[in-house]
């Protein structure tokens, strides 16, 4: 039993910076890759940026620049640190881990429940 709870959204103006927290608890003996990804209304969800276990990272190009994913594999955490946000990046913000169980004998794919960020002009 493992669930991933994110917290951090809310309404900003453009320019301005939100970071969004991800926390994954429960039967864990480790995670791998941590990733966000945004939903934009009536859209598929898309991915945001990755982060692995030796914070190596990938991103969007539309965020590239501006979005930074950090992660911390003793807390079990990620973070999304969103700066110079723009109206476009308006989206249900998700978290998603694989996350290793039965003492490292299963790998299995986690969502958080999402959390919003509106962005406005």
């Known amino acids: 039993q493992v669930q991933l709870v994110e917290s951090g959204g809310g309404l900003v103006q453009a320019g301005g910076s939100l970071r969004l927290s991800c926390a994954a608890s429960?039967?864990?003996?480790?995670?791998?890759?941590m990733h966000w990804y945004r939903q934009f209304l009536g859209q598929q969800r898309e991915l945001v940026a990755t982060?692995?276990?030796?914070?190596?990272?990938n991103y969007a190009d539309s965020v590239r620049g501006r979005f930074t994913i950090s992660r911390d594999n003793a807390k079990n955490m990620v973070w999304l640190q969103m700066n110079t946000l723009k109206p476009e990046d308006t989206a249900v913000y998700y978290c998603?881990?694989?996350?290793?169980?039965?003492?490292?004998?299963?790998?299995?794919?986690?969502w958080g429940q999402g959390t919003q960020v509106t962005v406005s002009s």
């Open positions: 429960g039967s864990i003996f480790g995670i791998n890759l």
């Open positions: 982060i692995d276990r030796s914070d190596r990272t």
């Open positions: 998603n881990a694989d996350v290793y169980g039965d003492g490292g004998r299963s790998l299995r794919n986690y």
